[in-house]
């Protein structure tokens, strides 16, 4: 899944003091933290994609609520809802 140039704007200025096209100083920790929110972005659809895949598997040797339970413990690790939304 790919970030959108809106997404890693974002968490650019989300990880310090990020403006117009000019990097923060001093610039390593602002990478540390850009790459950080990176990642939790990253895990977050992953798991996302994991719980839907989940959820489209043929029901033959898990009932309905235990595949939508294994689907709920996937998507809290990331703090995500049914709709990939933020919890």
Known sequence: MTLTSEEVLEMA????????????????PFFEAFAKLVDAKATAREREACAKTLLDLPRTQWS???????A??????SGTTSRGEAT
Do not use: D, M
């Not at 200025?13 to 390593?28: D, Q, T, V, Y």
């Not at 309905?64 to 294994?70: A, D, K």
């Not at 709920?72 to 690790?77: E, P, Q």
């Open 13 to 28: 200025r989300e990880a310090g003091n990020f403006k117009s096209h000019a990097l923060p100083e001093p610039w390593i």
């Open 64 to 70: 309905n609520q235990t595949v939508s339970e294994l």
């Open 72 to 77: 709920k413990v996937i998507r809290a690790r």
